[in-house]
C-alpha cells in the first residue's frame, strides 16, 4: 500500500512539474522597446518595428493571436515616423481584436485628425 501510495505521489508531483507554453510570445520585444525609448534614433526605431512584424507573424503562444496592445503600439510608431494610413489600419486592427481598447484608440485617431 505504501509503495501504491509513493508512486501515485511521485507521479503527481512530476506532472505538475511540467512547463506550460505561455498565452502570446513577445520575441525580443523588451529589449528592443527598451532599446528605442533609450536612443530614439532611426536604428532603434527600425530595430523595434521589425521586432513587432516577427511578433505578428510568428505568434507561438497558446492563443495564436497577437499580444494585447502590440498593433496599437506599433500603429502608434508608425504614426511618429509619418505612415499615417498604415498606423491607422494597425489601430484599428487593436480595436478589432481586443474591443476593450477602443476609448485609448479612439483618442489617439482623434489626435491624428485635429
Known sequence: MKKILFISLTV?????????????SWGKYEATSYNYLKN???????ELIETYQKIIEKQ????????????ADYGFVLLQANKT????TLLLKEVALYPESK??????LKMIEE
Open 12 to 24: 503527481l508531483l512530476l506532472a505538475s512539474c511540467t512547463p506550460q507554453k505561455p498565452l502570446y
Open 103 to 108: 476609448i485609448f484608440i479612439d483618442r489617439i
Open 60 to 71: 507561438k503562444g497558446t492563443r495564436g493571436v497577437v499580444p494585447p496592445g502590440v498593433y
Open 85 to 88: 494610413e498604415e498606423g491607422k
Open 40 to 46: 530614439s534614433d532611426e536604428k532603434s526605431t527600425q
